[in-house]
């Protein structure tokens, strides 16, 4: 299948465009970027930095993928981003390239990320990511699968965010959230845990009871993490699927929980 690019369209020298690919009115890309097969990047786009993208990726109006790095401590060089497949990204998004050379800013696959949001730069995001409009992520931050953003949720930087994780709209978020629980609240706390979301990535009810159990020893029953640990293991929900999730998030986490 033919590359189609606008008369219109500014595709600078040593961009790499692969079969399928569409450019339309206005867009720019920019001379270290590789688009895979089948993507389409709409009237008035930026592709720009050493941004390489996978296959069938939509990127809307007036986004701009692959900016500099707003990070002081950037010192020159290439640094870049890297993006799986299937990903969409609306109107006005940002995303960032990395600070250092030899660094990547990352996202997976299968992502939707809408209108006026931010990725900053050196964020590693997982799968089927769900971030709705006007949220930002500051630098650092990472990002497991199946998480979903509410409405202008906001993330500190050097953040983890644990997989099924839901972070509410307007919510915000200074420590590590773990997996399979919504957050909300300024700063965010633990509320309960993402029902739907474990639904819906092919969790059972059975699941969804032993994540309910975990959510409580964490959060409700006045443990520190050391003893809610212990019971966890006591009860042998550390070898379930989902408390094994959660107990390697715990060992990773530097920030602190919300």
């Given at each position: 299948?033919?590359?189609?690019?606008?008369?219109?369209?500014?595709?600078?020298?040593?961009?790499?465009?692969?079969?399928?690919?569409?450019?339309?009115?206005?867009?720019?890309?920019?001379?270290?970027?590789?688009?895979?097969?089948?993507?389409?990047?709409?009237?008035?786009?930026?592709?720009?930095?050493?941004?390489?993208?996978?296959?069938?990726?939509?990127?809307?109006?007036y986004?701009?993928?692959?900016?500099?790095?707003?990070?002081?401590?950037?010192?020159?060089?290439?640094?870049?981003?890297?993006?799986?497949?299937?990903?969409?990204?609306?109107?006005?998004v940002t995303?960032h390239?990395?600070?250092?050379?030899?660094?990547?800013?990352?996202?997976?696959?299968?992502?939707?990320i809408?209108?006026?949001?931010?990725?900053?730069?050196?964020c590693?995001?997982?799968?089927?990511?769900?971030?709705?409009?006007?949220?930002?992520?500051?630098?650092?931050v990472?990002?497991?699968?199946?998480?979903?953003?509410?409405?202008g949720?906001?993330?500190?930087?050097?953040?983890?965010i644990?997989?099924?994780?839901?972070i509410a709209?307007?919510?915000?978020?200074?420590?590590?959230?773990?997996?399979?629980m919504?957050?909300?609240g300024?700063?965010?706390?633990?509320?309960?845990?993402?029902?739907?979301?474990?639904?819906?990535?092919?969790?059972?009810?059975?699941?969804?009871?032993?994540?309910?159990?975990?959510?409580?020893l964490?959060?409700?029953?006045g443990?520190?993490?050391?003893?809610?640990?212990?019971?966890?293991?006591?009860?042998g929900?550390?070898?379930?699927?989902?408390?094994t999730?959660?107990?390697?998030?715990?060992?990773?986490?530097?920030?602190?929980?919300?």
């Amino acid at each position: 299948m033919a590359v189609a690019i606008h008369p219109s369209a500014i595709v600078e020298k040593g961009a790499e465009l692969d079969d399928g690919v569409t450019i339309g009115p206005y867009a720019y890309i920019g001379p270290q970027v590789s688009l895979g097969k089948g993507c389409c990047v709409a009237h008035h786009a930026t592709v720009d930095g050493a941004t390489t993208l996978g296959e069938d990726n939509e990127i809307h109006p007036y986004a701009y993928v692959g900016a500099k790095t707003h990070d002081l401590k950037y010192k020159g060089g290439c640094p870049g981003l890297r993006i799986g497949s299937r990903n969409t990204f609306r109107e006005y998004v940002t995303i960032h390239c990395a600070t250092n050379e030899g660094s990547q800013t990352v996202l997976g696959h299968d992502n939707a990320i809408l209108a006026y949001s931010h990725i900053a730069h050196d964020c590693v995001i997982g799968n089927h990511f769900v971030m709705s409009s006007h949220a930002a992520l500051a630098g650092h931050v990472e990002v497991g699968d199946h998480v979903n953003f509410g409405w202008g949720a906001g993330i500190h930087q050097f953040s983890k965010i644990g997989s099924y994780a839901m972070i509410a709209a307007m919510a915000r978020v200074t420590q590590d959230v773990p997996p399979f629980m919504i957050v909300e609240g300024s700063p965010a706390g633990s509320r309960t845990i993402n029902k739907v979301g474990l639904e819906r990535a092919g969790f059972s009810s059975d699941d969804c009871m032993v994540a309910r159990r975990i959510h409580k020893l964490y959060f409700k029953q006045g443990l520190n993490r050391s003893q809610a640990s212990a019971q966890l293991q006591a009860e042998g929900l550390d070898a379930h699927p989902l408390g094994t999730l959660l107990i390697d998030f715990l060992r990773k986490s530097t920030r602190g929980i919300c």
